[in-house]
């Protein structure tokens, strides 16, 4: 029954408790089948930290520690799992607390996100910067703070958003804010939107429509290399009534790593996850 190796476990001083899954120690039966199986009782073997810190519950083999009595620092538990006859085996910790960092974007100096501006009836997306979290092991949410209905985030891992306003929004500036937050400190940040007025010439009565606006040539497909920036311009778009051209642009699986923006796609695929076939689907506006 050898040692199990060293576990190395991060929390914040402002957590109420962290209960830790002690792993079932295991031993084999030496004799017959009549001996009695082996079983471990768990306790606490020693411990450098302050006293009453660190609890172990032997039946459900867990681990409790209590952040606010610990304070900040490095601290080794053994963990000590002994048999009826006396034999044992341990498990060692690493036990580090820490003071709490908010969660930030890397690579922005102060609170304030580049601006953006749009036309009505467009759309834009732009990525966010990658978040950092001093502190390891946490989870971290994103959100968006009195935006408007027509900005979101462009997919469920929050690493851009998407700006599509219409008529029916105001053209003007929006100010909103992206909070990052780990459940313990937040950081916001101001994101100004600018949207500009439209410049389609609305017409009351439509007379005759000679067809669909279209591209003067076909699109091409594209073979990305992870790690490499690739840019695709779309080609001329076309109406036969020289009516207003408004262009939606259906990412689909490619969302996460691509940026559209006035008629120009920008792919950075970075991650082996990124992998594969995608299709973008135009619409028309």
Do not use: W
């Not at 030496?30 to 606490?44: G, H, Q």
């Not at 006859?85 to 908010?102: F, K, M, P, R, W």
């Not at 207003?244 to 796609?265: L, R």
């Amino acid at each position: 029954m050898p040692a199990t190796p060293m576990t190395t476990v991060y929390f914040v001083v402002q957590e109420v408790t962290r209960v830790i899954e002690i792993p079932r120690f295991t031993a084999d039966k030496i004799i017959s089948a009549t001996t009695v199986d082996p079983v471990f009782t768990y306790s606490l073997k020693s411990f450098t930290g302050p006293q009453n810190a660190v609890d172990i519950a032997s039946l459900t083999r867990t681990m409790t520690i209590d952040p606010k009595i610990f304070g900040v620092g490095t601290y080794i538990a053994i963990v000590e799992g002994k048999l009826q006859d006396c034999q044992s085996t341990t498990a060692s910790y690493t036990l580090i607390c820490e003071e709490n960092v908010a969660p930030k974007y890397t690579g922005v100096v102060g609170f304030d996100l580049p601006s953006l501006t749009i036309t009505q009836e467009s759309m834009l997306i732009s990525s966010l910067p990658p978040i950092f979290d001093p502190n390891p092991d946490q989870k971290f949410t994103v959100s968006l703070i009195n935006a408007p209905s027509f900005v979101d985030f462009k997919d469920s891992f929050h690493t851009g958003i998407i700006v599509e306003p219409t008529l029916s929004n105001s053209p003007c500036l929006y100010t909103i804010i992206i909070r990052l937050s780990d459940g313990f400190a937040t950081t916001q940040y101001i994101l100004d939107i600018q949207v500009t007025p439209s410049l389609a010439k609305l017409s009351l009565i439509k007379i005759t429509n000679q067809g669909a606006p279209f591209l003067i040539t076909p699109l091409q497909k594209m073979i990305l290399q992870r790690g490499e920036v690739s840019t695709y311009t779309l080609p001329k778009i076309v109406d036969p009534d020289g009516d207003q051209i408004g262009i939606k642009v259906n990412m689909g699986g490619a969302a996460s790593f691509t940026e559209y923006q006035n008629g120009t796609f920008t792919f950075q695929p970075q991650s082996m996850a990124q992998g594969g076939k995608f299709m973008i689907k135009r619409t028309q506006g």
